[in-house]
């Protein structure tokens, strides 16, 4: 099968070479079924993060050891299935976030970490689904427990996470207050139907956000959604209401900031930091509701999938850069053509 291996650390957006640190292998060992309750999925679509990016070059969190196939969250179609799998048969759509590997023709999974995806849904939506929407459903619905009139500001609001803070805001009925960088992304959040939408690269974001705020007769910001870190997370807390909710969901600017603590006492701040691969090993219940909840939300069209770049395996290179220049607005994906089909079966 075709897989995109990563067999040094490197720089993932340099053209896939013999010198590159991803290559793209067109002999990769086919994964075997495991286990009786395994499911072999031959994946159509996967969906790149920037926690994929920062992997590659060797500065997440988790590093696996060298060479290992890249990716995360992804859909598909299930190719074979094991003895004692019930839940799911050859044929089936599904969806599902791994650890590692989901940049491949083919993935095994166990069924209990397999979702069937609704009739009618898009299969590149769902695999675009999982972990940026359940990041942000995790964070705002269950560690956040936002409601209805609050205000939500989200930093970095156009890209993958960003957009689904601000669909599921909207949807928990948060007046929500989104910070992008150019026209562009201005104009889509606009149209998305946000409160107010502040391009930090021509205002300056605390004074334009107190003065929408003051027009609304509201104090403050009650809930911090900052994937962003850096200059900009300092600036926003001057806007925090007392009680606020801080949710630290990554650091895409590179610098991780420093929430000081004698204020964040004063001013009774609640920190989450949102690490949410990590639910599926301490509360795999609260992933699996939440799963559920958004894959039903998608397939009645109360939110939707911005997918701002496509490509194929071979142009794995092109997606990286994608992340990496910030040209995204919403999710980047890789397609895997002509993967529609099962094409065995035990």
């Known amino acids: 099968m075709e897989a995109l291996v990563c067999r040094e650390i490197g720089d993932p957006t340099l053209p896939l070479s013999d010198s590159s640190p991803i290559v793209l292998s067109r002999s990769h060992p086919v994964p075997e079924l ?6 072999r999925v031959r994946i159509y679509a996967t969906s790149l993060n920037f926690a994929n990016y ?27 299935v094991g003895e004692r799998v019930s839940r799911f048969r050859v044929g089936d759509k599904v969806c599902s976030m791994a650890s590692l590997g989901s940049f491949a023709e083919l993935i095994v999974a166990d069924e209990k970490d397999l979702y069937l995806v609704p009739h009618g849904c898009d299969l590149v939506d769902a695999g675009a ?31 993958g996470v ?13 007046v929500v207050i989104a910070v992008v960088r150019g026209d562009e992304k201005v104009k889509l959040l606009q149209s998305m139907g946000v409160d107010y939408v502040v391009d930090f690269t021509k205002e300056n974001v605390i004074e334009t956000v107190r003065r929408y705020l003051k027009t609304r007769g509201l104090k403050g910001v009650d809930v911090l959604y900052d994937p962003v870190g850096g200059k900009l997370t300092k600036e926003s807390m001057k806007l925090l209401n007392w009680g606020a ?17 004698n204020i964040a006492l004063v ?10 691969g990590s639910y599926r090993i301490h509360q795999p219940k609260i992933l699996e509701d939440s799963l ?7 397939s009645k069209g109360l939110i939707k999938i911005k997918i701002s770049h496509s490509y194929s395996l071979s142009e794995a290179n092109l997606a990286f850069a994608a992340i990496k220049d910030r040209k ?9 053509q002509n993967n529609s089909k099962p094409k065995s079966k035990l």
């Open 34 to 39: 495991n286990s009786p309750t395994a499911v």
């Open 54 to 80: 920062l992997q590659i070059l060797g500065k997440y969190q988790e590093k696996p050891p060298l060479p290992f196939i890249p990716g995360s969250d992804y859909s598909g179609i299930v190719e074979s």
């Open 129 to 159: 689904l999982p972990v940026a929407f359940g990041t942000s459903h995790v964070a705002l619905v269950h560690r956040a427990q936002l409601k209805a009139g609050q205000v939500l500001l989200i930093l970095g609001a156009a890209g």
């Open 162 to 174: 960003g957009l689904s803070a601000v669909q599921i805001g909207k949807a928990c009925g948060a």
């Open 245 to 261: 909710k801080i949710l630290v969901i990554g650091f895409a600017s590179g610098e991780v900031p420093v929430i000081p603590a």
């Open 267 to 276: 001013k009774n701040w609640t920190v989450h930091g949102l690490y949410w």
């Open 292 to 298: 559920k909840e958004l894959l039903s939300w998608l």
């Open 328 to 336: 995204a607005i919403g999710k980047v994906m890789i397609v895997l």
